[in-house]
Structures are given as structure tokens and as C-alpha cells.
T-cell receptor, first 114, second 113 residues
Framework: AQSVTQLDSQVPVFEEAPVELRCNYS??????LFWYVQYPNQGLQLLLK??????LVKGINGFEAEFNKSQTSFHLRKPSVHISDTAEYFC????????????FGSGTRLLVRP | DAGITQSPRHKVTETGTPVTLRCHQT?????MYWYRQDPGHGLRLIHY???????DKGEVSDGYSVSRSKTEDFLLTLESATSSQTSVYFC????????????FGQGTRLTVV
């Protein structure tokens, strides 16, 4: 069975500073990886996804993530954050074992301060 | 936005009563999921479906059942609601063929008193 670990429950950062949100996964088969964002009192929106190919994936709002198979990681980065990036971020994984069970991590709350 | 609707959006119910939440989609997607969201736990998978009448358990399925009698509807039933089932419930849909992405409903806030 697959699982996802988000190591930081909350990440405070000042506006215009860089940020990295960490995600590690475990699976015995190949995976698809995702980052979703949830703004207050809203549903989830896809930021970016890794299916195959280039390990550096670019998403919306200036975010990017790098898939590292040897370290089973998929960390999310942004070089300069804005106040509007304050939200909760979820890493998710699907194992390619035909079940297509979509499993989420516990989330990281990004708090951007002026 | 993907055509996915959850109903009701808010519900307050008493302990011991059955409750059914509905997820309706207009996208003809094969896969449908029910999650609950609680502080500190992220989204936890309750049940999911990979086709009409084809369902399977997720991480936290105890006390919940599901049914999918047609492609567009996925029902989540709390057989006898408990206070520990107070949560926000999200439905998601996906196809994994042309566009590998899950689309989410706006959520249902359920309070069990």
C-alpha cells in the first residue's frame, strides 16, 4: 500500500522569501504524484503533477516540484512567495497497481507574513 | 470547473441516526472518491469507486458504506452517526486517461451532536 508523509505541519515564511514544502512517499510500484492547494473555506485545486518524463515539474502560480525516485521525494518549491500563497498544501500519490487509490498526506499550512 | 456537486453542503444530525451524502458528476468520469478532512490529518480516503457497482475501502472505512448504481452518483452513508464522524467530507472524480487529475467538490460540513 502506498503512503505519503508531509514532514512539516506548518511553514511560516516572510513575503518574497523562497519556500520548500517537503513530501515523501512510499510505494512498491510506480507512482503518479500531485500537489494540491486549498485556500480557506474552499475545495482543492491542482497545483502540479508528475506522471513521467522530466523530473522537474512546473505548475501554476510559480510553483515547481522535483521528483526524486531514489529519495522517494516530491518537494514543492517557490522562489518568492506572496501573501496570497497563504493556504494549505497537500501532496498526493497514486500507485500504478490498477487500484488508482488516491492517497493524501496530512498537509502543510503555508503562512506568508508581510 | 469540473461538473461535480455535493449535497447537502451543511448538515447537523443527531448521534445514532443514518446520514447519506450525495456526490453527483456530469463528467462521466470512471473513478469517484470520498474523503474526510480533519485538522492535522489532511484528507483521508473513506471509500472509492472504479466503476458502477465497483467500490473498495479506503483508509478509514469503518462506520461508512457507499453505493454507486450509476456513473454519475456516488453515495456515502453513515450507518449510525457518531460524534467522531463530525468532519468535512469531500468527493472527488477522475478519469486517468486523457487528463490525470482529480477534481474536487466544494465539500459537505457534517456535524453530529
Amino acid at each position: 500500500a502506498q503512503s505519503v508523509t508531509q514532514l512539516d505541519s506548518q511553514v511560516p515564511v516572510f513575503e518574497e522569501a523562497p519556500v520548500e514544502l517537503r513530501c515523501n512517499y512510499s510505494s512498491s510500484v510506480s507512482v503518479y504524484l500531485f500537489w494540491y492547494v486549498q485556500y480557506p473555506n474552499q475545495g482543492l485545486q491542482l497545483l502540479l503533477k508528475y506522471l513521467s518524463g522530466s523530473t522537474l515539474v512546473k505548475g501554476i502560480n510559480g510553483f515547481e516540484a522535483e521528483f526524486n525516485k531514489s529519495q522517494t521525494s516530491f518537494h514543492l518549491r517557490k522562489p518568492s512567495v506572496h501573501i496570497s500563497d497563504t493556504a494549505e498544501y497537500f501532496c498526493a500519490v497514486i500507485s500504478m497497481d490498477s487500484s488508482y487509490k488516491l492517497i493524501f498526506g496530512s498537509g502543510t499550512r503555508l503562512l506568508v507574513r508581510p | 470547473d469540473a461538473g461535480i456537486t455535493q449535497s447537502p453542503r451543511h448538515k447537523v444530525t443527531e448521534t445514532g441516526t443514518p446520514v447519506t451524502l450525495r456526490c453527483h458528476q456530469t463528467e462521466n468520469h470512471r473513478y469517484m472518491y470520498w474523503y474526510r478532512q480533519d485538522p492535522g490529518h489532511g484528507l483521508r480516503l473513506i471509500h472509492y469507486s472504479y466503476g458502477v457497482k465497483d467500490t473498495d475501502k479506503g483508509e478509514v472505512s469503518d462506520g461508512y458504506s457507499v453505493s454507486r448504481s450509476k456513473t454519475e452518483d456516488f453515495l456515502l452513508t453513515l450507518e449510525s452517526a457518531t460524534s467522531s464522524q463530525t468532519s468535512v467530507y469531500f468527493c472527488a472524480i477522475s478519469e486517468y486517461r486523457d487528463n490525470t487529475e482529480a477534481f474536487f467538490g466544494q465539500g459537505t460540513r457534517l456535524t453530529v451532536v
